[in-house]
């Protein structure tokens, strides 16, 4: 049976569902859980960071564009963090043993590295569904950990309504720009 269980969460809508799945699999084996958020460029909703080499001709201008770009990393990384927290508090008065950790870096080294660290007999983590070029381009992070991770791994695939509901965010966003 599973003693530790890691849990990769980001942000996205399927972090939830992650969650209530490593929970469950603590509670009816009564394993500790590690919760871990991977701060990367990668996630949704991460800054973007800015292109100063057009400001050269503006002195100060570049400086205020990081320190925008700086104030903007510093929120993502304390939502990140509150995540964090409030599935901590959850899973602890579910009675599971319960720890978290935000590392910053390449989520898929980050994730078997702290895997083999702490030991873990399982995996969870969600996939995003990226596939083709973006796969190409972009990589998969729950590919790499599939490949690479000291213990066996449980992928979660976005539930068909989320991803219906995403879509047509997507597209509502889509329309109001244009």
Not at 42 to 49: R, T
Not at 62 to 72: A, D, M, N, V
Not at 149 to 154: E, G, I, Q, R, T
Request: a negative charge.
């Amino acid at each position: 049976m599973f003693k530790k269980i890691l849990v990769a969460l980001d942000r996205s809508q399927i972090g939830q569902h992650v969650f209530e799945e490593a929970l469950g699999l603590a509670k009816l084996t009564q394993a500790s859980l590690m919760l871990l958020h991977v701060l990367s460029p990668e996630e949704e909703g991460s800054p973007y960071l800015p292109m100063l080499s057009n400001f050269d001709y503006y002195p100060g201008l570049g400086s205020q564009r990081f320190e925008l770009y700086q104030k903007h990393w510093d929120e993502f990384k304390n939502q990140g963090i509150q995540m964090l927290q409030s599935f901590c508090t959850e899973a602890t008065t579910a009675g599971v043993t319960t720890e978290f950790t935000q590392n910053i870096g390449n989520p898929g080294r980050i994730i078997c590295d702290l895997a083999h660290s702490y030991g873990a007999d399982l995996i969870v983590m969600g996939r995003r569904g990226r596939s083709g070029l973006a796969e190409l381009f972009l990589g998969s992070v729950s590919n790499y950990v599939l490949h690479h991770a000291p213990c066996s791994v449980h992928i979660m695939h976005l539930p068909v309504t989320l991803k219906t509901d995403e879509v047509v965010k997507e597209a509502t966003s889509t329309l109001n720009v244009n």
